[in-house]
C-alpha cells in the first residue's frame, strides 16, 4: 500500500479524480490538492450549456464541503503553485512550501489570447467567473459576434440564439470544428446553425474587435455589444517548464502518464501523451482524458506500473438540439464514410479509428467497445457488413 504524500496541483476535473481515485485504490498517506481557482471543484462542460440557461452553479460543484474531510483530502483553494523544486521534492505557494513524494500536474489550460488588434475587449469562457459574467450580459437584446467556430464558441452561439439575440460567429479556418471532426460532420452542423439563425463567417477570421463590434480578414465589419473569444486554448505548462521538465504543447508524459522525473506525472488538458493506439502524441481537452488519466495514475502510484495508459478517448458537444458524440481519435488525413444522417466512420491506414455521431448514443457506446477491441474492424471488415456497426 503507498503512504507517500501525493500532491495535486490544480483542483480541477482531473485533479479532484486523481485525488479520488486515491483513495479508491487505497492510497494511506496524506493528499493535498491545490487550486487557484476560488471554491469547489466544479464541472466546467456546462458552462456554455445548461449553466447560460439556468445559472445554476451550485449544480456544477463535483463534490460537496463535507467529502474532502470524509475522505481525508486536503482541499486548498484559492492558492497558486509557483514553483516546483524537483530536488527538493517540495512546491512553493509565496512564501509557504510543501514537500511531497509525489507531485501530479493537473494545471488544465487558459484561452488562447491571439494577437488580434482590441482583444481585450473581448470576453472568454473557462471559469465559471467568466460564465457569471457572460451570463449577466446575456439578460438582454444583444448582437453577439463569436470569434471561433469550435466546440465552446458553437455551443454559446446555440444558447444566444435560444434567447433570441443576434448571433454571428467568425472562424478563420474554411469549415467547423476543424481540427476535430470530419468534413462531412463540419457541413452537418453549418447546416445545423444556419438553420438556427447563426451567421456564418468562415475562413474569414477577425483581425480587430473595436468598440462598437469586430472587422473581419474581408473588412467586413459586424456590429456587436458582446465578442466572445472562442478561439483554442494553451495548455498551463509553465510550473513543468520552469522545473525543467519536457514540454512540447503540453507536459510530455510517457505511456504510464510519467515526466522523465519518475516523481511527477502530469494529467488532462496540460499533458501530452503517446495515444497508444496511432503512436501519435497527443494533447486532448476532454473530460474523459482528465478523469481516466487521473484514475491511471492513482493505480500506478498505489499498485505500481501495471498496464500503460490505453484508454479510448471519447468526447462530447450540446450544440442545440443535437448531442455530437466522437468516439475514438482521427489522426490527419483520415478517410470517411458518411452512415444515414447521423454517423461518419474514420479510417485511419484502412482500420476505423473514429466514429462521429449526432443524437445516436447507441452507436457511440458500440463505437467505443469496437475501437477498445484489441483488433479494430477494417474497412473491407466494415464494407462487408454494410458499415452496420451493431453486425460485429
Ligand atoms: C466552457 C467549456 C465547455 C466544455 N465542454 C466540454 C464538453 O462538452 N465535453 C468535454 O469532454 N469537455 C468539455 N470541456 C473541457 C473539459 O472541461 C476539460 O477537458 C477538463 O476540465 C480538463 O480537466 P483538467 O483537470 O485537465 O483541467 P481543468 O478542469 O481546467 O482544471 C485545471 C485547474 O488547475 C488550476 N491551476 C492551473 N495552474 C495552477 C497552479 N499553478 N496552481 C494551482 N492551480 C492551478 C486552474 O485554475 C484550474 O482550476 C469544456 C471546457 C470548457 C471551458
Given at each position: 500500500?503507498?503512504?507517500?504524500?501525493?500532491?495535486?496541483?490544480?483542483?480541477?476535473?482531473?485533479?479532484?479524480?486523481?485525488?479520488?481515485?486515491?483513495?479508491?485504490?487505497?492510497?494511506?498517506?496524506?493528499?493535498?490538492?491545490?487550486?487557484?481557482?476560488?471554491?469547489?471543484?466544479?464541472?466546467?462542460?456546462?458552462?456554455?450549456?445548461?449553466?447560460?440557461?439556468?445559472?445554476?452553479?451550485?449544480?456544477?460543484?463535483?463534490?460537496?464541503?463535507?467529502?474532502?474531510?470524509?475522505?481525508?483530502?486536503?482541499?486548498?483553494?484559492?492558492?497558486?503553485?509557483?514553483?516546483?523544486?524537483?530536488?527538493?521534492?517540495?512546491?512553493?505557494?509565496?512564501?509557504?512550501?510543501?514537500?511531497?513524494?509525489?507531485?501530479?500536474?493537473?494545471?488544465?489550460?487558459?484561452?488562447?489570447?491571439?494577437?488580434?488588434?482590441?482583444?481585450?475587449?473581448?470576453?472568454?469562457?473557462?471559469?465559471?467567473?467568466?460564465?457569471?459574467?457572460?451570463?449577466?450580459?446575456?439578460?438582454?437584446?444583444?448582437?453577439?459576434?463569436?470569434?471561433?467556430?469550435?466546440?465552446?464558441?458553437?455551443?454559446?452561439?446555440?444558447?444566444?440564439?435560444?434567447?433570441?439575440?443576434?448571433?454571428?460567429?467568425?472562424?478563420?479556418?474554411?469549415?467547423?470544428?476543424?481540427?476535430?471532426?470530419?468534413?462531412?460532420?463540419?457541413?452537418?452542423?453549418?447546416?445545423?446553425?444556419?438553420?438556427?439563425?447563426?451567421?456564418?463567417?468562415?475562413?474569414?477570421?477577425?483581425?480587430?474587435?473595436?468598440?462598437?463590434?469586430?472587422?473581419?480578414?474581408?473588412?467586413?465589419?459586424?456590429?456587436?455589444?458582446?465578442?466572445?473569444?472562442?478561439?483554442?486554448?494553451?495548455?498551463?505548462?509553465?510550473?513543468?517548464?520552469?522545473?525543467?521538465?519536457?514540454?512540447?504543447?503540453?507536459?510530455?508524459?510517457?505511456?504510464?502518464?510519467?515526466?522523465?522525473?519518475?516523481?511527477?506525472?502530469?494529467?488532462?488538458?496540460?499533458?501530452?501523451?503517446?495515444?497508444?493506439?496511432?503512436?501519435?502524441?497527443?494533447?486532448?481537452?476532454?473530460?474523459?482524458?482528465?478523469?481516466?488519466?487521473?484514475?491511471?495514475?492513482?493505480?500506478?502510484?498505489?499498485?505500481?506500473?501495471?498496464?500503460?495508459?490505453?484508454?479510448?478517448?471519447?468526447?462530447?458537444?450540446?450544440?442545440?438540439?443535437?448531442?455530437?458524440?466522437?468516439?475514438?481519435?482521427?489522426?490527419?488525413?483520415?478517410?470517411?464514410?458518411?452512415?444515414?444522417?447521423?454517423?461518419?466512420?474514420?479510417?485511419?491506414?484502412?482500420?476505423?479509428?473514429?466514429?462521429?455521431?449526432?443524437?445516436n448514443p447507441k452507436v457511440h457506446m458500440k463505437a467505443r467497445k469496437l475501437l477498445a477491441q484489441e483488433?479494430?474492424?477494417?474497412?473491407?471488415?466494415?464494407?462487408?457488413?454494410?458499415?452496420?456497426?451493431?453486425?460485429?
Open positions: 500500500m503507498s503512504d507517500g504524500h501525493v500532491v495535486i496541483v490544480g483542483a480541477g476535473q482531473g485533479g479532484l479524480q486523481a485525488a479520488m481515485s486515491l483513495r479508491q485504490e487505497g492510497h494511506a498517506g496524506p493528499v493535498t490538492l491545490i487550486g487557484a481557482e476560488d471554491g469547489l471543484p466544479y464541472q466546467r462542460p456546462p458552462l456554455s450549456k445548461d449553466y447560460l440557461k439556468t445559472g445554476q452553479a451550485e449544480k456544477l460543484v463535483l463534490r460537496p464541503a463535507g467529502f474532502f474531510d470524509r475522505k481525508a483530502i486536503d482541499l486548498r483553494t484559492g492558492i497558486k503553485v509557483d514553483a516546483v523544486d524537483r530536488a527538493a521534492k517540495r512546491v512553493r505557494m509565496g512564501d509557504e512550501t510543501l514537500a511531497f513524494d509525489t507531485l501530479i500536474l493537473a494545471t488544465g489550460t487558459r484561452n488562447l489570447i491571439p494577437p488580434i488588434a482590441g482583444i481585450s475587449r473581448a470576453l472568454g469562457l473557462r471559469t465559471l467567473a467568466d460564465a457569471q459574467r457572460l451570463r449577466g450580459s446575456l439578460t438582454r437584446p444583444r448582437r453577439v459576434a463569436v470569434i471561433g467556430g469550435g466546440f465552446i464558441g458553437l455551443e454559446f452561439a446555440a444558447v444566444a440564439r435560444s434567447f433570441g439575440h443576434e448571433v454571428h460567429i467568425a472562424e478563420a479556418a474554411p469549415r467547423l470544428m476543424s481540427r476535430v471532426v470530419s468534413p462531412e460532420m463540419s457541413a452537418r452542423f453549418r447546416a445545423k446553425h444556419e438553420a438556427l439563425g447563426t451567421r456564418l463567417h468562415l475562413g474569414n477570421g477577425v483581425i480587430e474587435v473595436t468598440e462598437i463590434g469586430v472587422v473581419l480578414a474581408n473588412g467586413m465589419e459586424i456590429v456587436a455589444d458582446l465578442v466572445l473569444l472562442a478561439a483554442g486554448v494553451r495548455p498551463n505548462t509553465e510550473l513543468a517548464e520552469a522545473a525543467g521538465l519536457t514540454v512540447d504543447n503540453g507536459v510530455v508524459v510517457d505511456p504510464f502518464l510519467r515526466t522523465a522525473d519518475p516523481h511527477i506525472y502530469a494529467l488532462g488538458d496540460c499533458c501530452a501523451f503517446s495515444d497508444s493506439r496511432s503512436g501519435i502524441m497527443v494533447r486532448l481537452e476532454s473530460v474523459q482524458a482528465a478523469t481516466d488519466h487521473a484514475r491511471a495514475i492513482a493505480r500506478t502510484i498505489v499498485n505500481g506500473h501495471q498496464a500503460p495508459y490505453a484508454a479510448v478517448p471519447w468526447f462530447w458537444s450540446d450544440q442545440a438540439d443535437w448531442k455530437l458524440q466522437i468516439a475514438g481519435l482521427a489522426v490527419p488525413g483520415a478517410t470517411s464514410v458518411t452512415i444515414g444522417e447521423d454517423t461518419v466512420l474514420r479510417f485511419s491506414a484502412d482500420r476505423l479509428s473514429a466514429v462521429e455521431t449526432i443524437n483488433t479494430v474492424p477494417t474497412y473491407s471488415d466494415l464494407a462487408a457488413r454494410n458499415f452496420d456497426l451493431a453486425m460485429f
